[in-house]
């Protein structure tokens, strides 16, 4: 059996049912805690994962070298970012606060990253985000600005201002 996102009182059941015992979850606990079996976050891999994909994937990918490699990651932000999501309130009662619920807009901040030896190249796109749009229409609404760091310059997308970092 090889789960090891199981609780102590389903692990207790299994063992019981397996070899007809009467375990409780407390003897589970001390028995990993004697065995120095500690809880920590779950790492989850894809169970359909294919090794020979896998190894086929990587042989394609050493064709690349590093500058010709672009780095997307998007982060985003609206109302409801800001939202508490712990409060206080008498013990025995639940903590409410009565909130309206609406998405308002949403801004999303879109950066691509690609490198060489001698420079840095900053894709930065802003803009509003619907859940509606797909990624390639989202990348072509957006105001995209450019900006190359090379050296100790940084320049804009024209290249006029020269600032320093």
């Given at each position: 059996?090889?789960?090891p996102?199981l609780y102590?009182?389903e692990a207790?059941d299994f063992v019981?049912?397996?070899?007809?015992?009467?375990?409780?979850?407390?003897?589970i606990?001390r028995?990993?805690k004697?065995?120095?079996?500690?809880?920590?976050?779950?790492?989850?891999r894809?169970?359909?994962?294919n090794?020979?994909?896998?190894?086929?994937?990587?042989?394609?990918?050493a064709?690349y070298?590093?500058?010709?490699?672009?780095?997307l990651?998007e982060?985003?932000?609206?109302?409801?970012c800001?939202?508490?999501?712990f409060?206080?309130?008498?013990?025995?009662t639940?903590?409410?606060?009565?909130?309206?619920?609406?998405?308002?807009?949403?801004?999303?901040?879109l950066?691509?990253f690609?490198?060489?030896?001698?420079?840095?190249?900053?894709?930065?796109?802003l803009?509003?985000?619907?859940?509606?749009r797909?990624l390639?229409?989202?990348?072509?609404?957006?105001?995209?600005?450019?900006?190359?760091?090379?050296?100790?310059?940084?320049f804009d997308?024209?290249?006029?201002?020269?600032a320093?970092?």
């Amino acid at each position: 059996m090889n789960t090891p996102s199981l609780y102590h009182d389903e692990a207790a059941d299994f063992v019981n049912e397996t070899l007809c015992t009467d375990i409780n979850p407390w003897d589970i606990q001390r028995y990993l805690k004697r065995i120095k079996w500690t809880r920590k976050k779950l790492k989850v891999r894809a169970a359909q994962r294919n090794a020979t994909l896998r190894a086929n994937h990587a042989l394609q990918f050493a064709n690349y070298s590093m500058d010709m490699l672009v780095f997307l990651d998007e982060s985003s932000i609206d109302n409801r970012c800001t939202y508490r999501k712990f409060g206080y309130s008498p013990e025995g009662t639940p903590a409410c606060e009565d909130r309206r619920l609406a998405r308002g807009l949403r801004w999303s901040l879109l950066p691509a990253f690609s490198m060489n030896a001698d420079d840095l190249l900053v894709h930065l796109g802003l803009g509003l985000a619907s859940r509606t749009r797909s990624l390639g229409v989202w990348l072509s609404w957006i105001t995209v600005l450019h900006i190359m760091i090379q050296g100790n310059h940084i320049f804009d997308a024209q290249g006029l201002d020269e600032a320093q970092p």
